[in-house]
């Protein structure tokens, strides 16, 4: 294809994305080292009968005036960055010289909102994906095992975690874990305390949390390891078969070969959603016990006042996050593709 | 399909393999079948303090309706808290949103698959960077430059800005479709005398609406689904579905108005079913897609 048509193609699209994504994430970094301006303050002085005081009122027109001189705003670097809201850097040294042994300055860390955030999202991140792999890959092999008729229906009830809306899907389990719903009901049972609620414990929140995430991804391991099996080379599994190997040698040197490359791409793109994690915060209204990075954004940009530096500094930081667990995908991106070429 | 040699089974093994399955299927649907019965009673059998059986057989909702079923939540939420409105900018949204990333996905789509230079490849990349890229950082650099231009809160600015996020997805999908469809059809064409696009037009559009009614599908639902660009961008007159669920949670928690939430979280779920029902295998063949050929 030439470069000029192929310009022409892509254009539409080139535009999209540079206007509505690549200026954004300019305007984003743009606001994170500019605060907005202070009101202008000024002392007045305010005479009556009884004497003189002084008292202090903002100045509307001053303030208005370097509005707009500097609609950015102050020029402050990397103030926010470093603030206590986020890397809090200050903050951690003095923790790390303080605290007695790793458990208190660990403590002390995890009342940081931003590390807060961090270790929430990277928690849900690496326990979520790989509990999606296992489970995903145990349903394609029990969807695998059963006559072909019934498939068509189990599929179908199997998509409807993934399908759903976040936000509603873990609304309808919020609903169901409250106390007076019947899954909290049955594990006040369980635990034999009627006073147990989920939702007021930190451990439990997560565990939630962890749980809807699992519950909503699975479907999408499950068909992928699902399509993966129907073309597992039939001729190979049959020669190992008749070479002599076991059940298990047969899923061990035939077919779990066969689904790596599946896995790898599942652990992808899992890695970004969950990387992402937010509607679940929103819905299980959690915030008290869990924050995660795209909820602690969401947090500042909502409410009376929206607090842009403080959010487009956390979004700088988690677009950060996004690049490193990218990396080792690009590289072998770019590799594939050299091979490609050839 | 024929069961061979290799595929048999144990009998302890193929029982496990029944009851793990039914215990995911019972996972899977069960909220979803409790919710849509739940929508019909009253909160005080919805959440049943008293007795869990309340939730179904609706002890409170006859007492308090006179009858064991009740359209309360639906009628408050779509009339009183006027959610056919969300309901028609929803629409609104996803149609436009559908039409303009496909429009555009194609054409991109279709000259990535046939472009073996490293600019292809890098526009890939940044396209999947872009995908990996949380929305909602992306919103807070929308805000200051749309109060500026007064594009704030209005569907249009929703549309374009979720069309544009739909693109890096839409891109690799249709990129890996438009590759199994062979070179040589619109190479032959040109080699008739048409031009790059008169090929696409003519050979390649008519062989490639299975690729895109997946792409499509997608499409649809990351415009439906979506929360964090719809809640933060549409002013409270232009809310889509699913933010307003939300805002129906921070403000109505009073007695009865929680059943307003959750009729309309049925009302958002039952065109998903529908889809799943008609697309299953469209579905299912879009989420392997990457997977399977890539």
Known sequence: MKHKTFFWFVLPTSLAMLLFIALPIVSVVMQSVYAPHEQVVIEVDNCDIFGCTKSTMVDQEATGKLRDAEPLGRFVGTDIYVNRSHLAITEISLAWQNSAGMGEFLSEVMNLPFYRALAFTLTYTFVVTPLVLILGFMIAVAVNSIPSVLRGPTIFLSLLPMIITPLIGSLILFWMIDSRGIIGTLIQYLAGDPSLSMKASTPLTWVMLMVYGVWHSAPFAFVVYYAGLQSVPKDTLESAMIDGASRWQQIRYVIIPHLVPLTTFIALMQLMDNFRVFEPIVSFNASAHATSLSYFIYDDLGGETRLLSSAAATSVLTIVGVAVLLTPVLIRTWRDFGRSKT | ?294
């Open chain 2, 1 to 294: 399909m024929s069961t061979s040699v290799a595929e048999r089974r144990s009998p302890l093994l193929k029982l496990f393999a029944w009851s793990f399955l039914l215990l995911w299927l019972v996972l899977a649907a069960f909220p979803f079948l409790w919710t849509f019965w739940g929508s019909f009673k009253v909160e005080g059998d919805f959440f049943s303090k008293a007795d869990w059986m309340w939730a179904i057989i609706g002890h409170l909702t006859e007492a308090e309706t006179g009858s064991t079923f009740t359209g309360a939540g639906y009628e408050g939420a779509w009339i009183q808290e006027e959610f056919w409105k969300s309901a028609l900018n929803t629409l609104i949204v996803v149609v436009c949103v559908v039409t303009i990333s496909l429009t555009i996905g194609t054409l991109a789509g279709y000259a990535l698959s046939r472009s073996t230079f490293n600019y292809a490849f890098w526009l890939l990349i940044i396209a999947l960077i872009f995908r990996a890229m949380p929305p909602i950082t992306l919103v807070s650099g929308y805000l200051l430059p749309f109060y500026e231009w007064n594009l704030w809160g209005k569907l249009p600015t929703a549309i374009i800005v979720l069309v544009a996020i739909n693109q890096p997805f839409t891109l690799w999908m249709l990129t890996s479709f438009f590759k199994n469809i062979p070179k040589d059809l619109d190479e032959s064409a040109m080699v008739d005398g048409c031009t790059h696009f008169q090929a696409f037009r003519h050979v390649i559009i008519p062989v490639m609406w299975p690729g895109v009614i997946t792409t499509g599908l997608f499409s649809l639902l990351l415009a439906y689904n979506d929360f964090a660009v719809t809640a933060m961008i549409l002013s409270k007159e232009n809310q889509t579905m699913v933010p307003k669920i939300a805002s129906f949670l921070g403000t109505t928690q009073t007695k009865g108005n929680v059943m307003f939430a959750v009729a309309s979280v049925v009302s958002v779920t039952a065109p998903l079913f529908v889809l799943v029902m008609f697309f299953q295998r469209q579905i299912v063949s879009g989420l392997t897609a990457g997977a399977v050929k890539g």
